[in-house]
């Protein structure tokens, strides 16, 4: 199965800061990207697809980098409700190829 | 209703019992997925239907696990003579497009929450 990596953290982050993580994968013939919201005992939710020339949707910012088999998401000004797990979602085209990883715990602090 | 319904909530099994989770997807969804999430991983792949068809079980963990689709619609997950190992939340999720064309936004259910004791 492909591999998809993220960070665990926690990042413990001031609020109104700027915080990037990114995610790496190991199958370089992966076709889709997203980024996906989980609160704490609640369901996954797109936050954004990641798309090749990078992609911004208000405070977040999504960029993809094939060569190096990794995608990142940026947040800025950071709100108390951006704390959140946030799934890196890769996907290889087939059913079995949406691989979620494990997750980027986020802490945003006041 | 307007978006994925998964039920029950929480199951609570005695080693060895038989549970049966419901997932209604969002009306007119082609695309099913089944996926399992234990407690501080990602959700992990277990199944999908395109319409009633299981096109992918591969990741079903034993063949203690069953899934159907049978009229394209409502879906159920069956899992016999559960263990420990099978606690963890199992996330419905559905999907408008068909998979594999580069649309794959996932809508998930809240998820059935299973203990195993």
């Known amino acids: 199965r492909k591999e998809v990596e993220q960070d665990p953290g926690p990042f413990n982050v001031p609020e109104g800061a700027t915080v990037a993580f990114n995610c790496t994968y190991s199958?370089?013939?992966?076709?889709?990207f997203f980024w996906y919201r989980q609160d704490c005992r609640k369901e996954p939710k797109l936050l954004m697809s990641?798309?090749?020339s990078g992609n911004e949707d208000g405070r977040f910012t999504a960029q993809l980098n094939r060569a190096s088999q990794y995608i990142s998401l940026l947040i800025r000004d950071s709100k108390l409700s951006d704390s959140a797990t946030y799934l890196c979602?890769?996907?290889?085209?087939?059913?079995?190829?949406?691989?979620f990883g494990k997750g980027t715990h986020l802490i945003i602090q006041p | 209703g307007a978006g994925v319904s998964q039920s029950p909530r929480y199951k609570v099994a005695k080693r060895g019992q038989d549970v049966a989770l419901r997932c209604d997807p969002i009306?007119?969804?082609?695309?099913l997925f089944w996926y399992q999430q234990a407690l501080g991983q990602g959700p992990e792949f277990l199944t999908y239907?395109?319409?009633?068809?299981?096109?992918?079980k591969s990741g079903l963990p034993s063949d203690r696990f069953f899934a159907e689709r049978p009229e394209g619609s409502v879906s159920t997950l069956k899992i016999q003579r559960t263990q420990q190992e099978d606690s963890a939340v199992y996330l419905c999720a559905s999907s408008p497009a068909v998979f594999g064309t580069g649309s794959e936004k996932l809508f998930f259910g809240s998820g059935t929450q299973l203990s195993v004791l």
């Open positions: 979602v890769v996907s290889g085209g087939g059913a079995d190829g949406l691989t």
């Open positions: 199958n370089s013939a992966s076709q889709s």
């Open positions: 009306s007119g969804h082609v695309s």
């Open positions: 990641v798309y090749s």
């Open positions: 239907f395109q319409n009633e068809a299981q096109l992918d």
